[in-house]
Each structure stands twice: as C-alpha cells, then as structure tokens.
C-alpha cells in the first residue's frame, strides 16, 4: 500500500510494477469499478495523494493479468499532483510475470537509473 508507506516512514521514491487501478477494476470493467462497494487495493485513489516523492511506472504492454491501461492511467493520475517527477517505462510485448526476463537490460537499466537520481 504506496500510500501508508509513504506516509509511514522516509521514503526517496515508489517503484509500481504492474500496478492496478483496483482489484474490482481488474475484475469487471473498469468503468464499473468506482461503484463496487468495498472494493480493495483502490490504487487509483491513492495515486494523486503521492505529492513528494519520485514515481517510476513499469508494465508491460501485453499484460493479460492488469491490463497495460492501469499502469497508462495510474501515471496519469499520480502526473496531476506530484511535484517532483513521475515517469513511465512501457515494456513492449511484455506480460505480467516476464519483464525482467524478456527485456533485463532496459528493465534492470531504467531501476538502476531512477534509484541512482534518488
């Protein structure tokens, strides 16, 4: 939960991999979604509450478990508020469990440079 730690304890940056708007929004279609009652894991939310810390988005474009639009709209919501850097790394013809394995060197790469700008 990105947003309890963050306000928990220091933290110099968040690192979402294959990251969910919600579970209900993994589960039925994504318009739906706000109005499942208890709905769990409701990133959407959460996102634009992540003022002040840097933000790296990994998915994969060919993700079958969390489409790849979650991880294209959970940048756009944590883009409306954070000030100071939120930045997406689409995985071309990745899936959901593959990225590190399909393409490690723009993978491990991109982490490499978001932790050393830290």
Known sequence: DAERRVGLRPC????VY???LSAASCAIKEFLAPFVP????????K????THVPILIIHGSSDDVVPFSHGQQLYELAMKRNTVGVSMLEMD????ND???RSAKKFFGAL????QDL
């Open 93 to 96: 013809g990745c899936g959901h």
């Open 38 to 45: 208890g709905d769990i894991m409701v990133n959407r939310k």
């Open 112 to 115: 490499r440079r978001f932790i």
């Open 99 to 101: 990225v590190e394995f």
């Open 18 to 20: 294959s990251g969910l």
């Open 47 to 50: 996102m634009e509450k992540i």
């Open 12 to 15: 110099a940056g968040l690192i």
